[in-house]
Antibody
Framework: EVQLVESGGGLVQPGGSLRLSCAASGFTFSSYWMSWVRQAPGKGLEWVANIKQDGSEKYYVDSVKGRFTISRDNAKNSLYLQMNSLRAEDTAVYYC?????????????????????WGRGTLVTVSS | EIVMTQSPATLSVSPGERATLSCRASQSVSSNLAWYQQKPGQAPRLLIYGASTRATGIPARFSGSGSGTEFTLTISSLQSEDFAVYYCQQYNNWPGTFGGGTKVEIK
């Protein structure tokens, strides 16, 4: 079955750290850009970070730059988000999402920047 | 950053009726617009990309239209499983941004 399963969420104090994981199955993980997208309670969706297939390119929303690090292990079909210096405003459900492929050519696949597969999410609560 | 505005915030519709959801971009996004459906406690699901192309497995009652700054998602005959929150997302400019969502509820 094609799916993404997040884990690692929980309650953490302001200034603390947390590492989220996403296990991918049912597709060739290493051929897709991957992302983290979050949703604060009662709010809309916000893209957080992207990572290229080989991990050589990473992009972040301004509000998490310098605090969050996205990474991946293609051998384990896993995506990660290391979150440091957490703030109350980081409280959200964090979704792992697969970036759709625009096309593949010459052994490389290029992203279309919308998300064609999502996990169910993991809740991160930052509170004292 | 491109701001996406969805209207209405809540849409009350009877089963079998048509639902029309709107999404407006603060500047042109060409046809680089996607629609997602989200039910409580579930992952969002891709419905439409390229403004009008249905994703794999999406029923024909879902259709998308528009380009530039004005977009519409139409559900031709609402089924019970269609009551959910719908989000639009532009992916023409970095970073991709989402609208605030439209909740489709049972009338």
């Amino acid at each position: 079955e094609v799916q993404l399963v997040e884990s690692g969420g929980g309650l953490v104090q302001p200034g603390g750290s947390l590492r989220l994981s996403c296990a991918a199955s049912g597709f060739t993980f290493s051929s897709y850009w991957m992302s983290w997208v979050r949703q604060a309670p009662g709010k809309g969706l916000e893209w957080v970070a992207n990572i290229k297939q080989d991990g050589s390119e990473k992009y972040y929303v301004d509000s998490v730059k310098g605090r969050f690090t996205i990474s991946r292990d293609n051998a384990k079909n896993s995506l990660y988000l290391q979150m440091n210096s957490l703030r109350a405003e980081d409280t959200a459900v964090y979704y792992c999402a697969r970036v759709a492929r625009l096309y593949c050519s010459g052994g490389s696949c290029y992203p279309a920047w919308y998300f064609d597969l999502w996990g169910r999410g993991t809740l991160v609560t930052v509170s004292s | 950053e491109i701001v996406m505005t969805q209207s209405p915030a809540t849409l009350s519709v009877s089963p079998g009726e048509r639902a029309t959801l709107s999404c407006r971009a603060s500047q042109s996004v060409s046809s680089n617009l996607a629609w997602y459906q989200q039910k409580p406690g579930q992952a969002p699901r891709l419905l439409i990309y390229g403004a009008s192309t249905r994703a794999t497995g999406i029923p024909a009652r879902f259709s998308g239209s528009g380009s530039g700054t004005e977009f519409t998602l139409t559900i031709s005959s609402l089924q019970s499983e269609d009551f959910a929150v719908y989000y639009c997302q532009q992916y023409n400019n970095w970073p991709g941004t989402f609208g605030g969502g439209t909740k489709v509820e049972i009338k």
